[in-house]
């Protein structure tokens, strides 16, 4: 007893003497001290050569900073006491208002192709990284603000963020992680107690809304636009592309540095970027996650889910919807269906990229792109399978009950989940009828006016089918079910519990967003006590409607 109670102690002696003060997060700055700087300093719009990021300061804004939302779990990767957090020089700090000793504050220029088209240069217009931060475990986590003010990279842009884009980002990084789906972090967001002027929907019906700061966190923000450089070959360019493939390979693929020798190493670096964004892929597509705007400047090197702008979650299945108005104008390139293949493609601009620079060749490059299909189906029929409660994927069973939620618009989320509470017997539904003849769980997830006499045949069918299946392989209901439901999530971020959180938080009202995170916490959790309202789609009136469930970049 007295040895358990001594290690206890020192155990709990650890973790508080690993718990560090805002003023002593141990800074080790990688990033600007090992890659070439823009020599020029400061915050005005320029194009920028030759260099791989640019010497800058936020830009406090005019009002009083206020801490609307801190997360513990970053705190603990980043060794910050979560008391800190309460401080009034946290909400200053994390506003761009006051300077963090330690940090070496910089925007990263990189180039990109958005909605397919070659942009130029673009680089964190918006974003200013205040530096890496490292924890007692060797981990190294960079701190980057987003709506600190401009950069140089900011085009006609103020640099600014305001507080419904900066919560929705928030929410979704916290979301995303408890999903278990790899992306960035978010430590805060605080509200700047100022305004800023949007024209949300490009339409010259521009408002003052309340600006915000949302403090992203992850191994690196370094992305494909990186690579991407204007030099097509350009010697001075190509030579920046590698220093910065050298990098990135040193300080997040050790173990490829260290089992391939020479120039070998990048051929195998460009092919693991391609499999962890095949296997993200496939994990969007399980949760129903469509990101909204996937142009190259938004895909991480690392495989992380980055750049939370328009997206969204799936309520009624749709393969065709896009949460971002400008891609459904511009041809839906972005919509869950294209997902996929939009990933691949740009793994293909990026291989482009490191071919133009001399750092892999055309036929090896092919090859690994190849390899991409194989890892995404591999990985999404695996999720499908486990969402669908079986040992191996059936595509035809898969097929057809993705064609029947589409014709019978059921929501997606709470279409898997019912489906992890009906039992194998054909029996049981007799205990719990409900529209249609279905599981009441399964007929609760499909619009009562959606389900006709034929559809509900049609789905009676398909149970009848799957239910067949699950019989043959003989695993115990209870056993299936809470293996379905590790497979899909009870919770996710839907849009208009977003807007509702949005709205409280512009009146001073915070408890929305609050609960709202709670929730999401535990994504997988049954969670009996848990308002209705988090499960359930979107009210007609807000069914698709601009601003809740369509959105615009405008952030």
């Given at each position: 007893?007295?040895?358990?109670?001594?290690?206890?102690?020192?155990a709990?002696?650890?973790?508080?003497?690993s718990?560090?003060?805002?003023?002593?997060?141990?800074?080790?700055?990688?990033?600007?001290?090992?890659?070439?700087?823009d020599?020029?300093?400061?915050?005005?719009?320029?194009?920028?050569?030759?260099?791989?990021?640019?010497?800058?300061?936020?830009?406090?804004?005019?009002?009083?900073?206020?801490?609307?939302?801190?997360?513990?779990?970053?705190?603990?990767?980043?060794d910050?006491?979560?008391?800190?957090?309460?401080?009034?020089?946290?909400?200053?700090?994390?506003?761009?208002?006051?300077p963090?000793?330690?940090?070496?504050?910089?925007?990263?220029?990189?180039?990109?192709?958005?909605f397919?088209?070659?942009?130029?240069?673009?680089?964190?217009?918006?974003?200013?990284t205040?530096?890496?931060?490292?924890?007692?475990?060797?981990?190294?986590?960079?701190?980057q603000?987003?709506?600190a003010?401009r950069?140089?990279?900011?085009?006609?842009?103020?640099?600014?963020?305001?507080?419904?884009?900066?919560?929705?980002?928030?929410?979704a990084?916290?979301?995303?992680?408890?999903?278990?789906?790899?992306?960035?972090?978010?430590?805060?967001?605080?509200s700047?107690?100022?305004?800023?002027?949007?024209?949300?929907?490009?339409?010259?019906?521009?408002?003052?809304?309340?600006?915000?700061?949302?403090?992203?966190?992850a191994p690196?923000?370094?992305?494909?636009?990186?690579?991407?450089?204007?030099?097509?070959?350009?010697?001075?360019?190509?030579?920046?592309?590698?220093?910065?493939?050298?990098?990135?390979?040193?300080?997040?693929?050790?173990?490829?540095?260290?089992e391939?020798?020479?120039?070998a190493?990048?051929?195998?670096?460009f092919?693991?970027i391609?499999?962890?964004?095949?296997?993200l892929?496939?994990?969007?597509?399980?949760?129903?996650?469509?990101?909204?705007?996937l142009?190259?400047d938004?895909m991480?090197?690392?495989?992380?889910?980055?750049?939370?702008?328009p997206?969204?979650?799936?309520?009624?299945?749709?393969?065709?919807?896009?949460?971002?108005?400008?891609?459904?104008?511009?041809?839906?390139?972005?919509?869950?269906?294209?997902?996929?293949?939009v990933?691949?493609?740009?793994?293909?601009?990026l291989a482009?990229?490191?071919?133009?620079?001399?750092?892999?060749?055309?036929?090896?490059?092919?090859?690994?792109?190849?390899?991409?299909?194989?890892?995404?189906?591999?990985?999404y029929?695996?999720?499908?399978?486990?969402?669908?409660?079986?040992?191996?994927?059936?595509?035809?069973?898969?097929?057809?009950?993705?064609?029947?939620?589409?014709?019978?618009?059921?929501?997606?989320?709470?279409?898997?989940?019912?489906?992890?509470?009906?039992?194998?017997s054909?029996?049981?539904?007799?205990?719990?009828?409900?529209?249609?003849?279905?599981?009441?769980?399964?007929?609760?997830?499909?619009?009562a006016?959606?389900?006709?006499?034929?559809?509900?045949?049609?789905?009676?069918?398909?149970?009848?089918?799957?239910?067949?299946?699950?019989?043959?392989?003989?695993?115990?209901?209870?056993?299936?079910?809470?293996?379905?439901?590790?497979?899909?999530?009870?919770?996710?971020?839907?849009?208009?519990?977003?807007?509702?959180?949005?709205?409280?938080?512009?009146?001073?009202?915070?408890?929305?967003?609050?609960?709202?995170?709670?929730v999401?916490?535990?994504?997988?959790d049954?969670?009996?006590?848990a308002?209705?309202?988090?499960?359930a789609?979107?009210?007609?009136?807000?069914?698709?409607?601009?601003?809740?469930?369509?959105?615009?970049?405008?952030?």
């Amino acid at each position: 007893m007295a040895r358990g109670m001594t290690t206890i102690a020192a155990a709990a002696a650890d973790v508080k003497t690993s718990q560090r003060t805002l003023e002593s997060l141990n800074f080790d700055n990688t990033f600007v001290r090992e890659l070439p700087a823009d020599p020029e300093r400061g915050n005005a719009l320029r194009q920028v050569s030759c260099a791989l990021y640019s010497r800058v300061s936020p830009t406090p804004a005019a009002g009083e900073p206020r801490t609307l939302a801190y997360s513990r779990q970053v705190c603990e990767l980043l060794d910050l006491d979560p008391t800190e957090c309460e401080r009034p020089e946290f909400a200053l700090v994390m506003a761009g208002a006051a300077p963090l000793p330690g940090s070496d504050p910089y925007a990263a220029r990189y180039y990109g192709f958005q909605f397919g088209q070659w942009a130029g240069q673009l680089g964190d217009g918006r974003a200013i990284t205040l530096g890496e931060v490292v924890n007692s475990k060797g981990g190294r986590w960079e701190l980057q603000l987003k709506g600190a003010g401009r950069t140089p990279y900011s085009r006609r842009a103020d640099g600014r963020a305001v507080l419904r884009s900066s919560l929705r980002e928030y929410v979704a990084s916290e979301a995303m992680a408890a999903l278990g789906v790899p992306t960035t972090r978010a430590l805060s967001l605080v509200s700047t107690g100022d305004s800023v002027m949007r024209d949300m929907f490009y339409n010259g019906d521009a408002k003052y809304e309340p600006g915000a700061v949302v403090c992203r966190v992850a191994p690196s923000f370094v992305r494909f636009g990186t690579f991407h450089g204007p030099g097509n070959g350009e010697e001075m360019e190509s030579l920046l592309v590698r220093r910065a493939a050298d990098y990135v390979i040193h300080n997040h693929y050790p173990e490829i540095e260290a089992e391939h020798a020479g120039d070998a190493k990048y051929l195998a670096w460009f092919r693991e970027i391609t499999l962890r964004t095949a296997r993200l892929a496939a994990a969007w597509q399980s949760v129903g996650f469509v990101h909204g705007v996937l142009n190259t400047d938004n895909m991480s090197i690392l495989g992380l889910t980055i750049d939370f702008g328009p997206f969204g979650w799936l309520d009624k299945f749709d393969p065709y919807w896009s949460p971002n108005l400008t891609d459904i104008q511009s041809g839906r390139r972005y919509c869950y269906r294209n997902q996929p293949e939009v990933c691949q493609w740009n793994c293909a601009q990026l291989a482009n990229s490191l071919l133009a620079a001399g750092l892999v060749e055309k036929e090896e490059a092919e090859e690994a792109l190849g390899e991409y299909a194989a890892v995404l189906l591999r990985d999404y029929n695996a999720r499908m399978a486990a969402k669908m409660g079986l040992r191996e994927y059936d595509k035809t069973l898969a097929l057809e009950l993705l064609k029947l939620m589409y014709e019978t618009e059921a929501d997606f989320t709470n279409t898997f989940r019912a489906l992890a509470s009906i039992p194998a017997s054909d029996d049981a539904d007799a205990q719990q009828p409900g529209a249609g003849g279905l599981p009441a769980a399964l007929a609760a997830a499909i619009p009562a006016e959606k389900l006709t006499e034929e559809l509900a045949a049609a789905w009676r069918a398909w149970l009848g089918a799957w239910r067949a299946k699950l019989r043959a392989e003989g695993e115990p209901d209870a056993e299936r079910w809470g293996a379905m439901r590790r497979a899909s999530p009870k919770f996710v971020p839907r849009q208009h519990l977003l807007q509702g959180a949005i709205e409280a938080a512009e009146r001073g009202e915070l408890g929305e967003l609050e609960a709202l995170l709670d929730v999401l916490s535990t994504p997988y959790d049954d969670r009996p006590d848990a308002d209705p309202k988090y499960t359930a789609p979107p009210p007609k009136e807000l069914d698709n409607k601009p601003g809740v469930c369509l959105l615009s970049c405008s952030s």
